[in-house]
């Protein structure tokens, strides 16, 4: 039993990871109906510049901070130069495209940076403490913490700001809403920065968890990621956060219970499951098609 | 905009162009048998794994050009073609079967298992549409590749070695006109303008009385097929294969090959198909920026050349001619990117 539970500890702590990323897929994919494979990279680049501002020596908050402001840079710059000319052309080239742009970030890293893992200096110290049955780390309800933090402000900003209105009509009908005045350009251009921003924000949480960063460490935990989103219902914000967390326990609970060699088909499995049953996903709005 | 297919221009310039290039390498072949040696292993290698290229990007055509599915988990069949056929002949090797027979069968079967499989994730998911599919089929993908790391008979991560190496360029050329052949009659018969119709409109298609679920199955089952052929091909010319090389990468890879080429247009597959095999080999001199070059070049062509290379036409010398003649007749000063109204 203290071995399950400690299995949902941990699960938790990644699923928040996966939810964070998972945000950005479902919030873009939302709105151009475009798999943003370059998301896991953005991801990677947050994990690095989080990397380099510990080893600058800054306090913890502003580490977080601006692991958050480079990729959402990064990423309206990325929106802006590759993505929107085609936002108008076949959506299978906006799809090369953003395979592209995630080779180009993977090699320009390993240029840059060197193919070979680097360990990411370690913040928190702290022994884990003991809670009941399960021993619980610091990073892990860091994690968490923050996940949960950041998940809060964007259901509220979606909710309540007029900028999160717009996004919320944008997704419902493009056009529409530029007829009634909303500037599409930069609410996607929005889109992008708060998607890339809570992925820079999970890259630094992941460096912490599982201190091991290197160049292509975007490429699986985007895949599961926008897998989660899926199995969430894309588009859906709320769905993106459960299905995040429900990748997360599913990938702690094979690996503590079966073997953790298949952690990945039974994460794919379950993808499949959903899509078989429900394909628009837990939370996801079943949209007829109409001739 | 209508589907054109240039028949006249493939048969009359394309067709006699490939052949004559194939002719011309088979000579340096029968020279060799004579002591004198043109080519060299390095670029005899390039050369076999251009045409399985070839092999994968025109089946995976068939799926994602002509039927419109996005299909993210080529490089799947391709692995279990792979796998089986190289266990069948690690395992036929002991017996007398002659090479010349044993090679095809050991092929054949890795393309029926790889077909086999094609219907088993076929039928469930091609159901879905769009994105959904292409989500599904990359599950797959990873699903086949974790199971080929858990079983014991594929000896895993480590990879499975000692495979015959009975791939050289004959057999290469054999099986990769015989796919080309095979599909482009297929696009071309009754059932290719049924898998047009889906591409082009599913509803109507079915309204007209195509039973799109049986096409869309057939063609995934083919193209299957011929990738789990490709696949084959590929264990018997390395000699090794491990699961790393049929990751989602290797996929995308040959969607690439497929989308540059043009969607829908075999021509195009082919010498994306090559042009992408060979780039990689001649950017070596780059070093290390390759691959960043590599990347670059493909979202900048994606940006100024959307449609592929071909689009959905077949490369023709008529093609070539409106290439070339400019388009300043009707604009003098127009962008060089704008289409122009004729």
Known sequence: MSEFLQQIINGLSLGSIYALIALGYTMVYGIIQLINFAHGDIYMVGAFTGYFAILAGLPFPLVLLLAMVCPAILGMFIERVAYRPLRYSPRITALITAIGISLFLENLGILVLSPDPRP??????????????????????????????????????????????????????????QLMGVNVDSIISVTFMIGSALAGAAGVMVGILIPRIEPLMGIMPGLKAFVAAVVGGIGSIPGAMLGG???????????????????????FGLLIVILLFKPSGILGKNVREKV | MAMKIDVSGLKKYLLPAGLAFLLLINLFLVLEFFGVEVIDRYVKGILILM????????????????????????????????YVSAILSIFLSKSNL???????LVLCAGGLAAAFIGMLIGVPTLRLRGDYLAIATLGFGE????????????????????????TNLWWVELFMVLSVLVIWNIIKSNHGRALVSIRENEIAAEAMGVHTTYYKVSAFVIGAFFAGLAGGLFAHY?????????????????????????????????????VLTGLPELLRFLQSYRMV??????????????????????????????????????????????????
Not at chain 1, 148 to 176: C, H, P, S, W
């Open chain 2, 293 to 342: 070059i590599y990347s670059l070049t493909l979202v900048l062509l994606m940006l100024y050349r959307q449609e592929g290379l071909f689009g959905r036409d077949e490369a023709s010398a008529e093609l070539l001619r409106k290439w070339l003649t400019p388009r300043k007749k009707n604009h003098p000063g127009g962008e060089a990117g704008e289409p122009t109204e004729s």
């Open chain 2, 98 to 104: 002659p090479e010349v027979l044993l090679f095809p």
């Open chain 2, 51 to 82: 045409q399985i290229n070839i092999i994968l990007a025109v089946s995976l055509n068939l799926i994602n050009g002509v039927t419109g599915m996005l299909s993210l988990g080529h490089a799947g069949f391709m692995a279990v073609g792979a």
């Open chain 2, 143 to 166: 699903i086949i590749r974790v199971v080929i790391l858990n079983l014991d008979i594929t000896k895993g991560a480590r990879g499975l070695p000692g495979i015959p190496n009975y």
């Open chain 1, 245 to 267: 967390m429900l990748m997360g326990l599913v990938e702690t609970l094979t690996t503590g219970f079966i073997s953790s060699t298949w952690r990945d088909a039974i994460a």
């Open chain 2, 238 to 274: 390395l000699g090794y294969i491990s699961p790393k090389s049929f990751d989602f990468m290797k996929s995308i890879e040959i969607l690439l090959m497929v989308v540059l080429g043009g969607l829908g247009s075999l021509t195009g597959s082919v010498i994306a198909a090559i």
């Open chain 1, 120 to 177: 990411f200096p370690q913040v928190f110290t702290n022994p884990p403490f003991q809670l009941g049955q399960v021993t619980v780390s610091i990073p892990q309800v860091l994690t968490f913490g923050v996940a949960l933090a950041l998940m809060v402000g964007l259901t509220f900003f979606i909710r309540y700001t007029k900028t999160g209105k717009a996004m919320r009509a944008l997704a419902q009908d493009l056009e529409a809403a």
